[in-house]
């Protein structure tokens, strides 16, 4: 076991959007001496996961959605273990963490979510996931493999089957990750001289629609026709095998390819930890974010499920709602440890921002509806502010240059 220290501990499980922001802003609360902060995150970096779309179709290089998270937290007092996290024992209150026991006196998971398959035969062997760093460059090279052999093929059906990428699931992810396959799509066809029929996008959807807000769902519906992308709604995938899709109106594509962007389900310790979880594995907590029965260990980000007290349904987790209940329990713990009085959390959605595709954006701030150029420059700046909330300008500069990194493409692509 590690020492025990003096003060209490704060062990966060996990860097990502929700442990970053509750480790960073505990940070910035307290004084010194008042607590320590424990970070454990499986990666010495930092994924900027709303990015990820970008580095799977060659828009950013890969480094361009990594920042280490010895800068982010350099000159804080933050203590950082880049280990993964394989149990937690909450009668002792210790995790292990690559092999090692690290105790806690308050326990925040933040570990996020895995892509749910929802056991629809075939889907885990052969589709695509679109979470992690290893996803997104599996992915760039899967199209640019088919793309390559595609263009080549001279049996007519193979051909289609190369070159006919399908998306599963339009919701924020699915439909970025489409709208910039397109553009990419785009490029590859210029470089190589292929005319626009012979490439087909295809995105599923089980949903009758892409998201709640109509004005927005109807202009990112136009953005996707413009760029050639089919849309088909209220479908769902009912099984996939090597080079067929097959839906729930009875009709199956022929493809290669396809990336799930779905739906997720909680982290596999959630539930192996013996917490109380939903269908999707996610863990269920009270009003100040506690697991339920277990007071002093909070669930947050995409690994818990926060139900909307005035709608009595699950919030959609998507980086606002983490970053909204990292900075709850950043304050509870504060009032805790000063035995202030605590209140309970409210969730509250102040906007989306999505972009779609190199050009262009859909989002609403407040009742503000922002599309086109200026829905993509918003979305650039819900970015730079993201980059400002991990470290300032430094992180705001370091971020920027990042994205500058080199692609793939043009270079890799000839042939
Ligand atoms: C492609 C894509 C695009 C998206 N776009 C948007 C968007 O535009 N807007 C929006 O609001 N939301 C978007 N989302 C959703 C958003 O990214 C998530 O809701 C958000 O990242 C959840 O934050 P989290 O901290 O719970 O999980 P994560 O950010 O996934 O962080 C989990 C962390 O836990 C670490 N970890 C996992 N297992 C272990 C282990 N065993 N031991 C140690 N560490 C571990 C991981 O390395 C990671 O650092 C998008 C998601 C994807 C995949």
Same mark, same amino acid.
């Given at each position: 076991?590690?020492?025990?220290?003096?003060?209490?501990? +704060?062990?966060?499980?996990?860097?990502?959007?929700?442990?970053?922001?509750?480790?960073?802003?505990?940070?910035e609360l307290s004084q010194k001496g008042e607590i320590e902060i424990v970070v454990v995150n499986e990666k010495y970096y930092h994924l900027l996961i709303l990015n990820l779309h970008e580095a799977a179709t060659d828009r950013i290089g890969a480094k361009a959605v990594l920042l280490s998270l010895e800068e982010i937290f350099?000159?804080? &007092?933050?203590?950082?273990?880049?280990?993964?996290?394989?149990?937690? *024992?909450?009668?002792?209150?210790? +995790?292990?963490?690559?092999?090692?026991?690290?105790?806690?006196?308050?326990?925040?998971?933040?570990?996020?979510?895995?892509?749910?398959?929802? *056991?629809?035969?075939?889907?885990?062997?052969?589709?695509?996931?679109?979470?992690?760093?290893?996803?997104?460059?599996?992915?760039?090279?899967?199209?640019?493999?088919?793309?390559?052999?595609?263009?080549?093929?001279?049996?007519v059906k193979k051909k289609k089957e190369l070159l006919t990428f399908v998306v599963g699931g339009i919701g924020a992810a699915g439909t970025q990750f489409a709208t910039e396959l397109a553009d990419w799509i785009t490029d590859l066809r210029t470089h190589y001289d292929v005319s626009q029929d012979s490439v087909r996008i295809?995105?599923?959807?089980?949903?009758?629609?892409?998201?709640?807000?109509?004005?927005?769902?109807?202009?990112?519906? !136009?953005?996707?026709?413009?760029?050639?992308?089919?849309?088909?709604?209220? $479908?769902?995938?009912?099984?996939?095998?090597?080079?067929?899709?097959?839906?729930?109106?009875?009709?199956?594509?022929?493809?290669?390819?396809?990336?799930?962007?779905?739906?997720?389900?909680?982290?596999?310790?959630?539930? !192996? $930890?013996?917490?109380?979880?939903?269908?999707?594995?996610?863990?269920?907590? &009270?009003?100040?974010?506690?697991?339920?029965?277990?007071?002093?260990?909070?669930?947050?980000?995409?690994?818990?499920?926060?139900?909307?007290?005035?709608?009595?349904?699950?919030?959609?987790?998507?980086?606002?709602?983490?970053?909204?209940?990292?900075?709850?329990?950043?304050?509870?713990?504060?009032?805790?440890?000063?035995?202030?009085?605590?209140?309970?959390?409210?969730?509250?959605?102040?906007? +989306?921002?999505?972009?779609?595709?190199?050009?262009?954006?859909?989002?609403?701030?407040?009742?503000?509806?922002?599309?086109?150029?200026?829905?993509?420059?918003? !979305?650039?700046?819900?970015?730079?502010?993201?980059?400002?909330?991990?470290?300032?300008?430094?992180?705001?500069?370091?971020?920027?240059?990042?994205?500058?990194?080199? $692609?793939?493409?043009?270079?890799? $692509? !000839?042939?």
């Amino acid at each position: 076991m590690d020492n025990v220290s003096e003060i209490p501990r +704060v062990l966060v499980l996990g860097a990502g959007v929700a442990g970053t922001r509750a480790a960073l802003y505990l940070e910035e609360l307290s004084q010194k001496g008042e607590i320590e902060i424990v970070v454990v995150n499986e990666k010495y970096y930092h994924l900027l996961i709303l990015n990820l779309h970008e580095a799977a179709t060659d828009r950013i290089g890969a480094k361009a959605v990594l920042l280490s998270l010895e800068e982010i937290f350099r000159d804080k &007092n933050i203590i950082l273990h880049c280990a993964k996290v394989t149990g937690i *024992n909450l009668n002792e209150k210790y +995790v292990i963490a690559s092999g090692k026991k690290i105790s806690y006196d308050f326990l925040v998971i933040a570990l996020g979510g895995k892509a749910n398959f929802y *056991n629809i035969p075939g889907l885990a062997e052969y589709a695509l996931p679109l979470r992690t760093l290893k996803d997104a460059e599996t992915i760039k090279d899967h199209i640019l493999e088919m793309f390559k052999f595609g263009i080549k093929e001279h049996d007519v059906k193979k051909k289609k089957e190369l070159l006919t990428f399908v998306v599963g699931g339009i919701g924020a992810a699915g439909t970025q990750f489409a709208t910039e396959l397109a553009d990419w799509i785009t490029d590859l066809r210029t470089h190589y001289d292929v005319s626009q029929d012979s490439v087909r996008i295809v995105a599923v959807e089980a949903m009758e629609t892409m998201g709640i807000d109509r004005p927005l769902v109807r202009y990112a519906y !136009k953005i996707l026709k413009e760029k050639g992308i089919k849309p088909i709604f209220s $479908t769902s995938i009912q099984s996939i095998d090597n080079h067929t899709i097959y839906m729930s109106n009875g009709k199956k594509i022929h493809s290669r390819t396809l990336v799930w962007t779905g739906g997720i389900k909680g982290h596999e310790l959630i539930e !192996k $930890t013996g917490l109380q979880v939903n269908h999707q594995k996610r863990a269920k907590v &009270n009003g100040y974010l506690e697991a339920e029965g277990h007071e002093g260990v909070f669930v947050i980000g995409d690994a818990s499920v926060v139900i909307n007290p005035e709608t009595g349904k699950p919030m959609i987790p998507s980086a606002q709602m983490a970053l909204n209940e990292a900075t709850y329990v950043a304050e509870h713990l504060i009032s805790r440890i000063r035995k202030k009085p605590l209140y309970e959390y409210k969730p509250h959605r102040r906007g +989306v921002a999505i972009s779609l595709g190199r050009k262009d954006g859909a989002s609403i701030v407040y009742q503000f509806r922002l599309l086109g150029r200026i829905g993509k420059f918003f !979305k650039i700046l819900t970015e730079i502010r993201y980059f400002y909330m991990l470290g300032g300008l430094r992180q705001i500069i370091g971020g920027l240059r990042l994205r500058s990194h080199k $692609t793939y493409f043009p270079s890799s $692509t !000839k042939t």
